[in-house]
């Protein structure tokens, strides 16, 4: 593949791994992944059910839709706008 670092699990090297109590393929939930590591951090389940909670809590909120909606619609205005 051209890069040393990867297929490598050590200090510094670029890896990325989920690790499920079960064969994901025959039934993919979220309770299987046990742990995730990503940029070199490890995130536990336990930890992962909690980001996950904060996450739909912040975003799935009306006022948070309500505003987000006019800033991507002004934004798409000014860009389609500036190219035609």
Not at 10 to 24: C, H, K, M, N
Not at 36 to 47: Q, S
């Amino acid at each position: 593949m051209g890069r040393p670092d990867l297929r490598r699990v050590r200090p510094g090297a670029t890896a990325s791994l989920i690790v499920f109590l079960q064969d994901p393929t025959k039934d993919f939930v979220l309770s299987i992944i046990e742990v995730v590591i990503v940029g070199g951090k490890l995130y536990r389940h336990a930890g992962l059910e909690r980001a996950l909670g904060e996450w739909e809590r912040h975003f799935r909120n009306p006022l948070f839709d309500l505003i987000s909606t006019r800033v991507a619609r002004s934004t798409l205005d000014k860009v389609v706008l500036r190219h035609y």
